[in-house]
Nanobody, 111 residues
Framework: QVQLVESGGGLVQPGGSLRLSCAAS????????MGWYRQERELVATITSG???NYVDSVKGRFTISRDNAKNTVYLQMNNLKPEDTAVYYC?????????WGQGTQVTVSS
């Protein structure tokens, strides 16, 4: 069974930064890709097991997805946050056998 636990959300002013973490139960090497999505399952960023990344256009240049295989954790560094980034952010992991989701973490960007 796969468990994904997100953390790092919160309230931040426009222009601020947050770093989200997604800790997986067990090795993340087994996943073909991991990623971050936000409400309505909009793709934000993904990273493959080989380290290739992909971003939605609205976050390019502001967000960075990365992985620490030793800690079984994927991160989303979010800089220059905008009010439109406000959402619940979900971590996802997938293989050819299935797809798993975390419980979500709220990010609110407001002055």
């Amino acid at each position: 069974q796969v468990q994904l636990v997100e953390s790092g959300g919160g309230l931040v002013q426009p222009g601020g930064s947050l770093r989200l973490s997604c800790a997986a139960s067990g090795s993340i090497f087994r996943f073909d890709a991991m990623g971050w999505y936000r409400q309505e399952r909009e793709l934000v960023a993904t990273i493959t097991s080989g380290g290739s990344t992909n971003y939605v256009d609205s976050v390019k240049g502001r967000f960075t997805i990365s992985r620490d295989n030793a800690k079984n954790t994927v991160y989303l560094q979010m800089n220059n946050l905008k009010p439109e980034d406000t959402a619940v952010y979900y971590c996802n992991a997938r293989t050819t056998m299935g797809s798993w989701w975390g419980q979500g973490t709220q990010v609110t960007v407001s002055s």
